[in-house]
């Protein structure tokens, strides 16, 4: 009894703790900020902390807003229109990210003429300025977040629009896993919120109807978070939720991060529709061999489980764990 206890109890544990994640750290330039761990001892931090690294189910959650019971944070860092931002999410023991399927997109909103330290987002206006689906060309529909699962430390990158006013803002990047979105109600929604101060004398904004609330933007049957064929051979469009990409954003900037064949945000007019330039951070459409991973899309056990190649204990374990208790993911 008491040897089963203790062999038994880690191998259950350890999928809990590892197999959702946050925001682990944040780089602006060459500058690291480092995220709060979520439900330890706040630190300061630009990240707003979470109580949880469980998604976010259900696209009226209000904790779509920012995350888990998403806390003020203390500090804000000091950003420049068309600065290069990184974001390393990780599993909530650090590890590596635990999934790969499905799109990065990323949001502002001002915290008008007070820092963001003592804003409230839950009524904050917010502009879509990146969204980033399927590599472009990868045959085997691999997602640009599949980036991030199969390479430790590697990060999302997005650059801020070149013309982005001064002000206050959350920087709100948000991933949307989606290997259980073939159910209504699967999609895992991650957002994380970060507080910036925009220098400069730029003037580009969001006009007033690419504003949206979160929750708002999303319903659970959208297109792109119901998605009954996302595991479909040859891989079909993905239609990105919520509102196009702000205009402004694409008329001058990189539109960095908006790689894939989307169905959607056509309407703005945003280059953002097709690959972006070479010199956005992550725009390697034409590179996708660097992402050595090659998912099986017919198989189907390892498209669920999301561990085309389990690479150390914690992933075979949490295998076990999968594929003894289900959908426990
Ligand atoms: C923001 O306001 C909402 C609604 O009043 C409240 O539930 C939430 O706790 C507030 N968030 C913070 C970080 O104070
Ligand atoms: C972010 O940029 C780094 C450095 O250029 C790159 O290695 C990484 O693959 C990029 N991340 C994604 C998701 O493309
Ligand atoms: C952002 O990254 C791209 C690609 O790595 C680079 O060409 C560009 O100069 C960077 N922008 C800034 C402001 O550092
Ligand atoms: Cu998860």
């Not at 089963?4 to 191998?11: A, E, G, I, N």
């Not at 703790?17 to 439900?39: C, E, R």
């Not at 630190?43 to 807003?65: E, L, W």
């Not at 109600?185 to 220098?199: D, H, L, N, T």
């Amino acid at each position: 009894m008491r040897l089963s206890t203790v062999l038994f109890l880690p191998l259950l544990a350890v999928p809990y703790v590892s197999a959702h994640g946050f925001v682990h750290k944040v780089w602006i330039g060459t500058k690291t900020y480092l995220g709060n761990t979520p439900n330890a001892e706040p630190t300061n931090s630009i990240v707003r902390q979470i109580d949880s690294v469980d998604p976010v189910k259900g696209a009226d959650n209000p904790n779509v807003n920012c995350g888990n019971d998403a806390q003020l944070a203390g500090d804000i860092a000091d950003a420049n229109p068309g600065d290069n931002m990184s974001f390393l999410w990780t599993g909530g023991d650090l590890s590596t990210w635990p999934h790969n399927i499905g799109p990065m997109l990323t949001y502002m909103a001002s915290c008008g003429s007070t820092d963001c330290t003592t804003f409230n987002s839950t009524n904050a206006k917010w502009f879509k300025i990146a969204q980033i689906g399927r590599i472009p060309g990868d045959s085997d529909g691999t997602w640009f977040q599949n980036r991030l699962f199969a390479n430790a430390g590697v990060p999302a990158n997005v650059t801020l629009p070149a013309t982005l006013a001064p002000g206050n803002y959350i920087i709100r990047h948000e991933i949307i896993a989606l290997h259980l979105a073939t159910s209504p109600g699967g999609a895992e929604f991650y957002p994380s919120c970060s507080q910036i101060r925009v220098g400069g004398s730029q003037t580009g904004a969001p006009t007033d109807d690419e504003l949206v609330s979160l929750p708002g933007a999303y319903s659970d049957n959208d297109p792109g978070i119901l998605v009954p064929n996302v595991f479909d051979t040859p891989p079909p469009p993905y239609t990105f939720p919520g509102p196009p990409i702000a205009a402004f954003v694409g008329a001058s900037s990189s539109g960095s991060g908006s790689g894939s064949g989307s169905g959607s945000s056509s309407k703005s007019g945003s280059p953002s529709a097709t690959a972006p330039p070479s010199s956005s951070p992550t725009s390697q459409p034409s590179k996708g061999k660097s992402c050595k991973l090659k998912r099986a899309p017919t198989n189907t056990v390892s498209k669920r489980a999301e561990v085309p190649r389990p690479r150390h204990i914690s992933r075979i374990m949490r295998d076990l764990t999968l594929s003894f208790g289900g959908s426990a993911h």
